[in-house]
């Protein structure tokens, strides 16, 4: 078993939440919560790469390949050379 330290404001934040929640021991309730937050983690990862996220992203990839949409590079150099263009019409 590990031990983990706490600075004194935090744990008595902490104290009180375990209290309002009914934990017995703040060990418990720091517990818990590590718990929770690791399994939100995981569950966000689980719900964002979903299968068929992945084979959007995926053919997206394809796609830029192809030549049928452009890379972000593309767009970013399409854009500079748009605002140049801009900018000198309005100097003239």
Do not use: C, N
């Amino acid at each position: 078993m590990h031990k983990v330290q706490l600075s004194d404001q935090l744990y008595k934040k902490a104290r009180q939440a375990a209290e309002i929640a009914g934990y017995e021991t703040v060990d418990l309730f720091v517990a818990e919560a590590v718990r929770g937050y690791l399994k939100l983690e995981a569950d966000a990862e689980e719900t964002l790469f979903t299968p068929e996220v992945l084979a959007e992203i995926d053919k997206g990839v394809e796609d830029v390949a192809a030549g049928r949409i452009l890379s972000g590079k593309e767009v970013d150099a399409s854009l500079a050379d748009h605002k140049a263009k801009w900018l000198e019409s309005r100097a003239s």
